[in-house]
């Protein structure tokens, strides 16, 4: 069974950094890409980034609202995904989804910026 | 950048009868390998979101035949064509062909 579980979200200052993970198990997770996805409160889906897989690279993406700040890595030894977050604004405060394929998805994890 | 729009973004829906929605994106979802990657997601509330159909028709393992996807190019829609009282939910498609972006979301309830 393909499992998602994200961790390492809280309460942070504007300005401040975080580093989200996302622990993976049940399926090759070195073959896939992974991505993550945020949700503001009350609001729609955002994709933030993706990392590929080494197979192609290992190369990331990422959106505009949060390209030169957040840097997407993994280590497929531990099966774990992770969103490195900096230089936050309370306007990355969103609920955080990581996601292989867009097919599985983990909990979240609730990232809160604010002073 | 690829814009998603979605209409309706509310859509209260009587159990039983049909429901549609369309997603229409700014360009054309056509990748050079052929394929049109345009997803449907459902989101039920307090839950993470759950992909019903890839690439634009294609229903993903457990979806109900009720659903069905359809279009092509820049337009497409997700049809439930008998809505029940478990697929009250926002449901948003998302493309995967310029990167990814999803759509505003269509909020689904019953009347």
């Known amino acids: 069974e393909v499992q998602l579980v994200e961790s390492g979200g809280g309460l942070v200052q504007p300005g401040r950094s975080l580093r989200l993970s996302c622990t993976a198990s049940?399926?090759?997770?070195?073959?896939?890409?992974m991505s993550w996805v945020r949700q503001a409160p009350g609001k729609g889906l955002e994709w933030v980034g993706f990392?590929?897989?080494?197979?192609?690279?290992?190369?990331?993406e990422y959106a505009a609202s949060v390209k030169g700040r957040f840097t997407i890595s993994r280590d497929d030894s531990k099966s774990i995904a992770y969103l490195q977050m900096n230089s936050l604004k309370t306007e990355d405060t969103a609920v955080y989804y990581c996601?292989?394929?867009?097919?599985?998805w983990g909990q979240g994890t609730l990232v809160t910026v604010s002073s | 950048d690829v814009v998603m729009t979605q209409s309706p973004l509310s859509l209260p829906v009587t159990l039983g009868q049909p429901a549609s929605i369309s997603c229409r994106s700014s360009?054309?979802?056509?990748?050079?390998?052929?394929?049109?990657?345009l997803n449907w997601f459902q989101q039920r509330p307090g839950q993470s979101p759950r992909r019903l159909i890839y690439?634009?028709?294609n229903r993903d393992s457990g979806v109900p035949d009720r659903f069905s996807g359809s279009g092509s190019g820049t337009d497409f829609t997700l049809k439930i064509s008998r809505v029940e009282a478990e697929d009250v939910g926002v449901y948003y498609c998302?493309?995967?062909?310029?990167?990814?972006?999803f759509g505003p979301g269509t909020k689904v309830d019953i009347k």
């Open positions: 996601t292989v394929e867009f097919d599985y």
């Open positions: 049940g399926f090759t997770f070195g073959d896939y890409a």
């Open positions: 990392i590929r897989s080494k197979a192609y690279g290992g190369t990331t």
């Open positions: 360009q054309s979802l056509v990748y050079s390998d052929g394929n049109t990657y």
């Open positions: 690439k634009v028709s």
């Open positions: 998302m493309q995967g062909t310029h990167l990814f972006t």
